[in-house]
């Protein structure tokens, strides 16, 4: 069973930077780990995703001010986000499949004040 627990979201003005993390456990290897952003209750946004070798990959809306980046013996996935504006609060969710399932973890919010 693959657990996954965000953390590091807090309210920050707007300018500021934060790295979220998203630390994972699994009894197989974890691969591919994404980051998702629900914003307003919308649907969930992907936003990055990094493999095993740490090839990463943006949206185009957030390239430029976001890295993902992963610690592979701390079992954590993180996302940098610099430069922070109001448009990005929203609850940040980390995602990965296991044997053809997808697990999400129960997010960390997000507060970007103008």
């Known amino acids: 069973q693959v657990q996954l627990v965000e953390s590091g979201g807090d309210l920050v003005q707007a300018g500021g930077s934060l790295r979220l993390s998203c630390l994972y456990t699994?009894?197989?290897?974890?691969?591919?780990v994404s980051w998702h952003r629900q914003i307003s209750r919308k649907e969930r946004d992907w936003v990055a995703e990094i493999d095993n070798e740490h090839n990463a990959k943006y949206a185009p809306a957030v390239r430029g001010r976001f890295a993902i980046s992963r610690d592979n013996a701390r079992r954590t996935v993180y996302l940098q986000i610099n430069n922070l504006e109001p448009e990005d609060t929203g609850v940040y969710y980390c995602?990965?499949?296991?044997?053809?399932?997808?697990?999400w973890g129960l997010g960390t919010h997000v507060t970007v004040s103008s």
């Open positions: 995602r990965t499949q296991e044997l053809g399932r997808d697990f």
């Open positions: 699994s009894r197989y290897t974890i691969n591919t």
